[in-house]
């Protein structure tokens, strides 16, 4: 999913959908909001779908940004602004969300605070699925799957 992503723009589901000019730079950090509940609205649909066809408990579900918030993009966290600094190696440009979820094998509200990265997904999946031998490969990335829990 390319959301929340530049361009900003609002999502179907917003009162501005049909009016907005796409070619205005203006109104689009404006639609930063409405892009992540739009966001979340999908994957409460995508985990709904797995829970209406019973593989709920099979569904490994991974969410994760791809690389830093955007130079001009300002957030806010516990009440400070934060500047994004995509593209470069501080903690505001690399530090992206990173969601896993697996029912009944990942406890709800756990949290891991090792750092992964993208070359780490393959092995992880492999691991996964039972597949040890390939996932022990010499690949740059590590399985992350015993630090579930």
Not at 36 to 54: A, F, N, Q, S, W
Not at 100 to 127: E, M, Q, R, Y
Request: aromatic share 8%.
């Amino acid at each position: 999913m390319a959301l929340v992503h530049d361009p900003f723009v609002p999502p179907p589901t917003n009162k501005g959908f049909n009016d907005f000019d796409a070619k205005s730079k203006t109104n689009g950090p404006s639609c930063i909001g409405a892009m992540v509940e739009y966001m979340d609205m999908i994957v409460g649909e995508m985990i709904k779908k797995t829970e209406e066809l019973g593989i709920r408990e099979n569904t490994f579900i991974v969410f994760g940004g791809d690389s830093g918030t955007d130079r001009d993009v300002v957030s806010v966290t516990n009440g400070i602004p934060l500047q994004g600094d995509k593209g470069n190696t501080t903690d505001a440009g690399t530090h992206v969300p990173l969601i896993v979820n697996w029912k009944g094998k990942i406890a709800p509200k756990s949290i891991n605070n090792n750092l992964i990265d993208f070359t780490d997904f393959l092995p992880t999946l492999l691991d996964i699925s039972g597949a040890a031998s390939l996932a022990r490969a010499p690949w740059d990335g590590l399985s992350f799957y015993r630090h579930f829990g």
